[in-house]
């Protein structure tokens, strides 16, 4: 009787370890972990639309994270292209707002640009950090003209994309593994 209950006992316990280890095994199929970390690359952002549009053809995380500062670089550098061509015609506080905007714009392309040398590096805590500051200088940007009301020539809307971008940034950048 006894020997019964082991032998049962035994297939059950030979079942689950095959089950177990067949399942051990697919999951850690590299060509499966590829496709699926691809396929949920944008899934954590904020923004997974334009996430998904940014990171176009990427193959990696990294490479993704990569896409997507540059993507953002060109955007605040169009930013700061428009504040000084509106704050050169502007007087007064207006001119000030844009002047601050200017400087914010410049700290942001630096810390993108810091943010590419974090990820060679891999420095994930300064890369997420100068990317935390990015959304800093944007908000800091869009409170100089919220007294005001105003949202000169698109500025505020040109803003709102760089936050979503810069969200996405930080989401991307929890995925990189270095």
């Known amino acids: 009787m006894a020997s019964k209950h082991y032998f049962i006992f035994s297939l ?23 496709s699926a970390a691809l396929s949920s690359l944008c899934s954590d952002a904020d923004f997974s639309q334009l996430c998904e549009e940014i990171t176009k053809g990427a193959s990696d995380p990294k490479s ?7 993507a953002l670089i060109l955007r605040a550098s169009n930013a700061k292209a428009l504040a000084v061509k509106l704050g050169s015609s502007a007087t007064g506080l207006r001119k000030s707002n844009f002047d601050i905007c200017v400087e914010v714009y410049d ?19 300064a890369l997420k950090s100068n990317l935390s500051a990015v959304l800093t200088d944007i908000v800091t940007c869009d409170d100089a003209f919220a007294e005001s ?4 020539q698109g500025l505020g809307q040109t803003n709102k994309v760089m936050s979503k971008l810069g969200s996405n940034c930080l989401a991307l950048a929890d995925e990189v593994h270095f």
């Open 12 to 34: 059950v316990f030979l079942t689950t370890a095959t089950f177990l280890l067949a399942g051990k095994c697919s999951a850690q199929d590299p060509v499966s972990m590829t």
């Open 64 to 70: 993704a994270t990569q896409m997507a500062i540059r």
């Open 107 to 125: 700290d942001a392309v630096e810390n993108l640009q810091t943010s590419l040398a974090n990820i060679q590096s891999g420095d994930k805590g």
């Open 149 to 152: 009301a105003d949202d000169p």
